[in-house]
Nanobody, 114 residues
Framework: QVQLVESGGGLVQAGGSLRLSCAAS??????MGWYRQAPGKQRELVAS???????NYADSVKGRFTISRDNAKNTVNLQMNSLEPEDTAVYYC??????????WGQGTQVTVSS
């Protein structure tokens, strides 16, 4: 059974930092990513990383967020710096396996106050 356990969300002031982690079990991921969904908006990609380390970022977070992975621990992290109120959303971890099946975490709330 595949499980994705997210941690690290919370409340922070604008300009602050948070670090999200996603620990996967029951899967050897091909790629993992962080998505977010703000109230009334569609879920959008924030950043993704493949097992070999290739990264992809949304334009809105480039230069502020960094995604990294630990293959041995099957974990992906998202370091978020210079947070803005517009970054407020529920952040979801997504893992894709080598058969292109994908799985979602339960989500973690990130709130940035102005």
């Amino acid at each position: 059974q595949v499980q994705l356990v997210e941690s690290g969300g919370g409340l922070v002031q604008a300009g602050g930092s948070l670090r999200l982690s996603c620990a996967a079990s029951g899967i050897i991921f091909r790629s993992m990513g962080w998505y977010r969904q703000a109230p009334g908006k569609q879920r959008e990609l924030v950043a993704s990383i493949t097992r070999d380390g290739t990264t992809n970022y949304a334009d809105s977070v480039k230069g502020r967020f960094t995604i990294s992975r630990d293959n041995a621990k099957n974990t992906v992290n998202l370091q978020m710096n210079s947070l803005e109120p517009e970054d407020t959303a529920v952040y979801y971890c997504k893992a894709t396996d080598w058969l292109n099946r994908y799985y979602w975490g339960q989500g973690t709330q990130v709130t940035v106050s102005s």
